[in-house]
């Protein structure tokens, strides 16, 4: 409509009815409460040829399975994150993404052009910052892969019974959250002046700790990860960065 089209190319379907409501759980104690941060953002490129192909290699060769390039990319972040920020040993650091559930309401969903409405479920791994710290980037590439396993009995679970304990999480410094942004498509979108160069989200005034981390593609020609980190303090924010171009 931006170009002056009279109506959008593809359309928009809602049906909010046919998304399933899960049972309704009570809640119980206060409601969550945000640590306010002074987090800073920062940009990295990960490419796929000097970085992410090697790492997914030596996974395959010391596990005889596979893993993505979203898994690399995370395992990294969360090692990177939970030496930074320096916690004590024992202190959990939680690593938490969002995964599609789309493929689990096949039949339940319209499967129409056009059906827009998110289809999301939070999955998450908490561990001590010692076994984070001690565990190597081919074990922590492990929990993620076992996390998004773990997806389709715990969506299924929570229909059921409209339970989810991520909501019993601190949400604090020790907890990092990223989002895939690669395949929403905003890197195609054109307005009439052809596509962006850039994309980015506006959260500058974000300081809890939900700014995390944002996945996009590297432009063209070049393959990769363009990471928008927003999940760590100033102080931090040096060896965050280090620890990530070491691997």
């Not at 969360?78 to 993404?97: N, P, Q």
């Not at 928008?228 to 691997?247: A, P």
């Amino acid at each position: 409509m931006a170009r002056g089209l009279p109506e959008p190319t593809v359309k928009a379907v809602w049906s909010r009815e046919s998304i399933p409501d899960p049972p309704k759980v009570p809640l119980s104690g206060p409601p969550p409460s945000f640590t306010a941060l002074n987090l800073v953002t920062s940009v990295i490129e990960i490419s796929h040829d000097n970085m992410i192909n090697r790492i997914k290699n030596k996974f395959t060769a010391e596990t005889a399975n596979k893993c993505s390039s979203f898994d690399v990319v995370s395992a990294m972040i969360f090692k990177s994150r939970a030496k930074a920020i320096k916690l004590a040993d024992t202190a959990e650091v939680v690593f938490v993404f969002v995964t599609s559930t789309r493929h689990l309401l096949h039949g339940i969903l319209p499967s129409v052009e056009g059906y827009y409405g998110n289809c999301l479920y939070t999955c998450w791994i908490s561990k001590t910052t010692g076994e984070i710290n001690n565990a190597s980037l081919v074990d922590v590439i492990t929990l993620i892969k076992d996390a998004k396993d773990a997806r389709s009995t715990k969506f299924v679970d929570w229909m059921n019974s409209g339970s989810n304990t991520f909501y019993n999480l601190p949400m604090d410094y020790s907890m990092v959250i990223v989002s895939d942004w690669r395949w929403v498509g905003f890197n195609e979108v054109d307005y009439g002046w052809g596509k962006p160069k850039y994309v980015f989200p506006l959260e500058n005034d974000e300081n809890i700790v939900r700014g995390g981390v944002i996945y996009f593609q590297t432009p063209m020609p070049t393959q990769g990860f363009r990471l928008i980190f927003r999940c760590v303090e100033k102080e931090h924010l040096t060896e965050f960065c280090d620890n990530l171009l070491k691997f």
